[in-house]
């Protein structure tokens, strides 16, 4: 079956503008992970979904962060007047519930001129 | 706060050593312990994870980790390395009794020397 999808794959944006990433999980998961990878550093978290709960939110490094997941399903991360050190590879992850393995998508690479 | 260290930045092994990549991990409660591997330009890949039952657990291309309660830690291991065993590699803890966040350490790089 189809595994986590993200889009788009590449993102170059300029300083200032806003914008949305996407993340499909694999049907039926109900845990959805949210990270990000700058070059050089590890896995940081940003949000978590579970089900109906609402979100862990703790990673969001400020509030131009935001994300949602609509139906349970889709989630999109939001950033807004993007920086130069929001560049990074932005992961989504999705696991079929507590305590399960995660499963990667591909990452979307975001690069903020 | 349930936290992962991955001491060593870069883990340089000849091909046919033994390698080890080290992880100790901070949780409360009982760990579900994972170990992710990232190949160059490719997406994170799950390689094996402990949650409970024997302390040794074997995964996936040969690797396999070893849970010591004691010691906090969970160090990746495998017996003969591979220059194809050139990678990233992510510890990662949840507590799926608290929160079940996936956190993650900041990876080490494995080098397989020829």
């Known amino acids: 079956g189809a595994g986590v999808s993200q889009s788009p794959s590449n993102k170059v944006t300029e300083k200032g503008k806003d914008v949305e990433l996407r993340c499909d999980p694999i049907s039926g998961h109900t845990a959805l992970y949210w990270y990000r990878q700058s070059l050089g550093q590890g896995l940081e978290f940003l949000i978590y979904?579970?089900?109906?709960?609402?979100?862990?939110k703790s990673g969001l490094p400020s509030d131009r962060f935001s994300a949602e997941r609509t139906g349970g399903s889709v989630s999109t991360l939001t950033i807004q007047r993007t920086q130069q050190e929001d560049s990074a590879v932005y992961l989504c992850?999705?696991?079929?519930?507590?305590?399960?393995?995660?499963?990667f998508g591909p990452g979307t690479r975001l690069l903020v001129l | 706060a349930q936290s992962v260290a991955q001491p060593e930045d870069q883990v340089n092994v000849a091909e046919g050593n033994p390698l080890t990549v080290k992880c100790t991990y901070s949780v409360s409660g009982n760990p579900y312990l994972f170990w992710y591997v990232q190949y160059p330009n490719r997406g994170l890949q799950f390689l094996l994870k402990?949650?409970?039952?024997?302390?040794l657990v074997k995964g996936s291309y040969g690797f396999e980790a070893e849970f010591n309660k004691s010691q906090t830690s969970f160090h990746l291991k495998k017996p003969s390395a591979l220059v194809s065993d050139s990678a990233l590699y992510f510890c990662a803890v949840r507590a799926p009794e608290r929160d079940d966040k996936i956190i993650f350490g900041k990876g080490t790089r494995l080098h397989i020397l020829p």
């Open positions: 992850a999705s696991s079929p519930g507590p305590g399960k393995d995660g499963y």
């Open positions: 979904f579970q089900g109906n709960s609402a979100p862990d």
């Open positions: 402990y949650i409970t039952g024997d302390n």
